[in-house]
Every structure is written in structure tokens, then in C-alpha cells.
């Protein structure tokens, strides 16, 4: 406790105090807050104003949320951090008078950087919370300012809040023991069921919450704090436990680990094996991966962990295929240009290149008014845009690369996306980027090659025609698009035969990934069913049966030789099948995984060959419900597979 002298300041300070006099939440930051906080003995050098809360991939553009103050137990700015931050306040206008969302904002902001104390306030109306770091916060202070004028009030919370005892506290409480001495702890534990139970009271207390990209997750035994990316900005998250023996353990991860070991098995339970970062080694024990730490974790921890990935991954998941569908990238490859993101249109030939940038060159939006001065010179890309909004940033590869073989002589054009182009164009008229998108705004991918062929390279053509006929030895080739897509769009199939593109894709995709990792039959169920039902309209004349039967027969044999059904071709069948026996198959594989949790890629790798070799060959009398389910089954894998080929299996 402190003497008299130090508390009556304080003590007269709020009692003279008139929140009448705040205005707005500007006077209640300057005429209530850091009187508060000065007389209760904050060093003004411990303050920090308008914190940004940092994320977990310093260096990152765009704007991050902030904090109104913060108050450190240390002077350095270098050191005023999560480990030194003793109170985040959190002010508002006196008109506010439900305080409740911006406790729970304060509470966000805890998670992060986990003071000692929560204040939020409109000048009139003073909530303080106390922050425990493996337990839920506490209302020490819940009314209004006037009833601080009380002695006994003022003195308990004075004794609670004051500087240095503040600071006193969160030095003494501070997590000492190091990971090793935490397992050798649990070891002990095991022995003492009871004492667990009581331990077990210390879990975290549930959340979920978002501010700008940053998103938290909690359960009793697991928090994960990630940041999220913008577009194809790259993310990161950190994980902790509340569990005492892995206090102190804090697990980060990068924007590579979270898409190559947590992306596969999603909303899977960890018995099922289909999460890759995760391997259970007892009845209730799990082995953990987690980027370069390993960690046993008990069946409860499993649980909650898998279930804060879910969330977290789900939104990440989301806005990277939202950002691919808005800005029309799936078609074209990603490749990155000096560190930006962007996606391969097409070829064309370095002169022709030369006069493109010729152009844009002249007609630079600040050399004229027509219509095609809409050009800013950057660097060696071509920069479109006039205006708020860029529409494009064309930049040229050259050289022989892996997804294209053209010779020598070649610029390719990579339409890029930056990130902090993306977050710059919030700060304007819009909330999201993506309102933004569109020919006046930022184009997209397939919008700007349409208008590289159609319009811009024609015009080029037209303006230099004495250069370009210079050039014009083999004018075929002074374009090369070879990047087409693959694919005829859903909406559009009217026949079987069609979707056999999208039976490939996920075929290869089963086929290519880990062995270990399996799927799961909430997907597979519908697939199989629909298929099944597709098939047993084919005509077996039309078919090849013998193929078929050989991817059948191998499923059979079990996961060991499925890979490249080498034992089913050394062991010839004991009779040949007929399409009879094909069905039989196919009805009870459909039976099998409607009472499965779980199938191993191989399977379905086999199953889908079977399917391929029906729908592409086979003469079927379909009805247009039947090719409706198949769509629709087929659609859900097509869309997983073609996100993890772009973005999980790459990082493995």
C-alpha cells in the first residue's frame, strides 16, 4: 500500500473532476484519461498514443489497427512491448453510452499484447478490467466516474491501478520456468488426476474476434492469433496453450506453414488422420507439427487445436479463392516479378515489347487529355491508370522459364496485383478493394489480356505501322498466347462428356497427394453416389472394361499397392469381369464410404480413373437431374483440388 501523500492528489483530483466539461473523445483522451493516468503515477515517457498493433510479418504495408493508449512499465520505445505493457485504454466520445462492444475490442487488443489491466471509458462511465493470462478478465471497477469520489472506492482502486505496483505485479508474475522444466511438470501431473482437474481451471476463456486482418480464436486450451492476408498478401498466426506445461510456448507460423501443413483436413476430427500436421500416437495422446516445433498434446488439446485452425484456415482459405475469383487469376500461372504477385498472360516479341513501352511513353497521362493518355512510366513495366485507380501493372519476364518454352527473343507479360496497391485503394471511397475492381477501376486478369490483344497491341500496330512492318517477317508469331483455359465453365456443361476436364484435374490431385494424407467422405460421398448413377446408364459396349476392372480390382486389393496397382497387374483376375461386375463395385464402394469417416487418396485416385473412363468414352443416356448431381458433386473436390494445387501442395 502507499502512504497518504501519494494518494491524496489523486483523491482531489477526482473529486473537482466535471465530466461535463468532455465534448468529444478527443477531450475525454486529453482531460480525463492522461490526468488519470498521471496521477496515478505513469511516467509520461511509458505512454504510447495511437499503438499500432503490430502483426506477425513485420515490414508489411497497409494500415494496422491502433490502440488509443497504452502504458509500458519501461521508458525505451525499443523495449515497450507484450512483455512490458501494463494497462490498454480504450476511449470513447461521452455520446457512447453502451460501453460493452469497445470492452470486448479492449479485450481483442489483450489478447495480442496482454497487460495487466483493461480501462475503457467516455469520461462518464469508467469500466477496469484485470487481465489474467491463463484465465478470463475480472471487473475490479464497473461504474461511473462520481463514484470514485468515494474514499474507500478511490483508495482500492488507486492500490490496484498505481504505477508501480502495477508494474511491481506484472514483474513477479512473469513466466520463469523454461519448456523443459514445464514437461518434466506434466510428467509429474499424470500421477495426480485430481490436481489436473484443479490445474484444468485455468483454461483460457473462449473468443472469437477480428480487427482489420487480424483474427483471434480461443478455446479452453488452445489460442491462435493470425493474421490474415490481403488478396495474395502473405499471412502468418501464433499459437499458444494454456496448459501448464506448455506455458511459455508460443508456436509461430508463416504464411508457408499455414497453407503446406494446416490447409488439408479442414472440420476433420483428429482420429480421422487427414491433417497433416498431426499424428496420434496413443488412444488420447497426438503428436503435433507445427512448423519446427513438436509438441504431445493431450486429446482435449487436439480437439481445440484443430478447431481454432479451423476457423482461422476457413477465412484464410476464403479470401485467397474470393481474391482468384474477383480478379479472374485461376487460368493463368502464378509468378512473381521482384517479389509482387502476379499471373503469365502471354508472350510477345521483345521489338514489339519496345514499341508498347514506346507508347505508353508518349502517351503519359500527363502529356494529354485523349482517351489513350491513361499511361504512368514506371521503371521498365507498363503502368495503367489515370486517376484514383490504377488499372493494370504490366511487367516483363524475359528468358526460358518453367511454364513457358518459347525461345530467345520473348518478353512475357505478367499482369501483377500489389498488395499495397489493394490497401492503398481503401483508404479512398470504398471499404473493400474488390468494390473497386471492374474497367473502371482496377481490372482483372482476363480483363487485362482481352484488352492487351483487342485494343492496346492493335492500336501500337496502327500508331507505328512504318516500325512495324520493319519487323513483320512472321507476324503469327509475334504473339504467342499459349495459356488457354482448360476448362468449359460448369454453368455451361450439357453433356457428361464435358466434365471429364474437371475428372482429370481431381483425379491427378488424389493422386499426387501425400500418401499419408487422407480424405474426407463428406466430399466423396455425393462424388461417388453421383457417378454411380451416371454409370449405370452407360453402354458397356462402349466402354473399356478391362480398365475399369484393373482400377476396381486394385482398390480392392488395399492402399499398400494402389499407388501403381502393381500387384493387381502380376496377379491376373481369376475370370474376366463383366459391367455387371463393374457395378457391383461401384454400388459397393458407394455403400462403404457412406459408412466411412475417412478414404485414402489412393482409393479415390482409382475410383476417379474408373469414373473417367465411363464418362469419356462411354455412350450414356443421362437425364439432366442425374448430370445436375454429377455437376454438383464433382464441383466442391474440383474447387479443393484446384486450391490446393496452387497454393498447399506446392508448400509441402
Not at 51 to 72: A, C, M, N, W
Not at 114 to 124: A, C, E, I, M, Q
Request: net charge negative; with cysteine.
Amino acid at each position: 500500500m502507499l502512504d497518504q501523500n501519494q494518494l491524496d492528489p489523486f483523491l482531489n483530483w477526482i473529486r473537482t473532476f466535471d465530466y461535463r466539461l468532455l465534448l468529444n473523445e478527443d477531450d475525454v483522451e486529453t482531460k480525463f484519461v492522461l490526468s488519470l493516468f498521471q496521477y496515478l503515477g505513469y511516467p509520461e515517457e511509458c505512454r504510447r498514443g495511437k499503438y499500432p498493433l503490430q502483426t506477425y510479418s513485420p515490414g508489411k504495408p497497409g494500415r494496422k489497427p491502433e490502440i488509443d493508449q497504452v502504458y509500458f512499465a519501461v521508458k525505451e520505445p525499443d523495449k515497450q512491448n507484450a512483455d512490458t505493457s501494463l494497462v490498454i485504454v480504450e476511449a470513447k466520445g461521452p455520446q457512447e453510452t453502451n460501453l460493452d462492444k469497445d470492452v470486448n475490442q479492449a479485450k481483442f487488443y489483450g489478447y495480442y499484447l496482454k497487460p495487466s489491466f483493461l480501462v475503457v471509458t467516455n469520461g462518464y462511465q469508467l469500466k477496469i478490467l484485470k487481465c489474467h493470462r491463463h484465465r478470463s478478465e475480472e471487473f475490479v471497477f464497473d461504474d461511473t466516474v462520481d463514484a470514485l469520489r468515494d474514499r474507500e472506492i478511490a483508495t482500492d482502486i488507486y492500490n490496484q491501478l498505481n504505477f508501480e505496483i502495477v508494474k511491481h505485479v506484472k514483474e513477479c508474475t512473469a513466466n520463469v520456468l523454461i519448456h523443459a522444466q514445464y514437461v518434466q511438470l506434466a510428467q509429474a501431473l499424470r500421477r495426480y488426476p485430481d490436481l489436473q482437474d484443479i490445474l484444468d481451471k485455468g483454461d483460457f476463456q473462449p473468443f472469437t474476434g477480428q480487427v482489420e486482418n487480424l483474427r483471434i480464436v480461443v478455446k479452453p486450451k488452445v489460442a491462435v492469433m493470425c493474421n490474415l492476408p490481403i488478396a495474395f498478401e502473405e499471412g502468418s498466426c501464433q499459437i499458444d496453450f494454456s496448459s501448464v506445461t506448455r506455458r511459455g510456448l508460443t508456436i509461430h507460423l508463416t504464411h508457408q506453414n499455414i497453407l503446406g501443413d494446416l490447409m488439408m483436413g479442414l472440420h476433420t476430427s483428429p482420429h480421422w488422420q487427414t491433417r497433416r500436421f498431426l499424428r496420434q500416437i496413443d488412444d488420447d495422446l497426438f503428436e503435433a507439427q507445427l512448423g519446427q516445433t513438436t509438441t504431445i498434446l493431450s486429446e482435449e488439446e487436439a480437439y481445440d487445436l484443430c478447431a481454432c485452425i479451423d476457423e482461422v484456415c476457413q477465412e484464410y482459405k476464403r479470401i485467397i479463392i474470393e481474391a482468384e475469383n474477383v480478379l479472374e487469376t485461376w487460368d493463368y500461372e502464378p509468378l512473381h516479378s521482384d517479389g509482387l504477385p502476379g499471373f503469365y498472360l502471354l508472350s510477345v516479341r521483345q521489338w514489339l515489347w519496345e514499341l508498347m513501352r514506346k507508347f505508353a511513353h508518349e502517351f503519359d497521362c500527363g502529356r494529354g487529355n485523349s482517351d489513350w493518355h491513361t499511361f504512368k512510366q514506371v521503371n521498365i513495366l507498363i503502368r495503367v491508370g489515370r486517376g484514383f485507380h490504377d488499372h493494370a501493372f504490366i511487367w516483363p519476364k524475359t528468358g526460358i522459364n518453367s511454364w513457358s518454352l518459347l525461345p530467345t527473343g520473348y518478353v512475357h507479360l505478367v499482369c501483377v496485383f500489389s498488395d499495397r496497391d489493394l490497401r492503398w485503394v481503401e483508404r479512398g471511397d470504398v471499404v473493400s478493394w474488390k468494390q473497386a475492381v471492374g474497367p473502371q477501376g482496377i481490372w482483372t486478369a482476363r480483363y487485362t489480356k482481352k484488352w492487351i490483344l483487342e485494343d492496346f497491341i492493335p492500336k501500337v500496330r496502327a500508331y507505328y505501322a512504318r516500325d512495324y512492318q520493319a519487323h513483320q517477317c512472321e507476324p503469327y508469331l509475334d504473339i504467342r498466347d499459349d495459356y488457354q483455359t482448360k476448362h468449359i465453365p460448369f454453368r455451361e456443361i450439357s453433356e457428361p462428356k464435358q466434365i471429364a476436364a474437371y475428372l482429370h484435374a481431381v483425379q491427378l490431385w488424389l493422386h499426387c497427394r501425400p500418401s499419408r494424407i487422407t480424405v474426407s467422405t463428406l466430399l466423396l460421398r455425393p462424388y461417388y453416389a453421383a457417378f454411380r448413377d451416371l454409370a449405370q446408364q452407360a453402354d458397356p459396349s462402349t466402354i473399356n472394361i478391362s480398365y475399369i476392372a484393373e482400377n476396381l480390382r486394385a482398390v480392392e486389393a488395399g492402399p499398400e499397392c494402389t499407388r501403381d496397382k502393381t500387384e493387381s497387374r502380376k496377379s491376373p483376375p481369376k475370370y474376366q469381369w463383366t459391367y455387371d461386375d463393374v457395378m457391383n463395385s461401384l454400388d459397393q464402394h458407394v455403400a462403404r464410404i457412406n459408412q466411412s469417416e475417412y478414404e485414402d487418396s489412393s482409393n479415390a485416385d482409382l475410383i476417379s480413373r474408373a469414373f473417367i473412363a465411363i464418362v469419356q468414352e462411354g455412350a450414356i443416356s443421362f437425364s439432366q437431374a442425374q448430370l445436375n448431381a454429377a455437376k454438383q458433386a464433382l464441383l466442391p473436390l474440383w474447387e479443393q483440388s484446384r486450391f490446393e494445387w496452387r497454393y498447399v501442395l506446392p508448400n509441402q
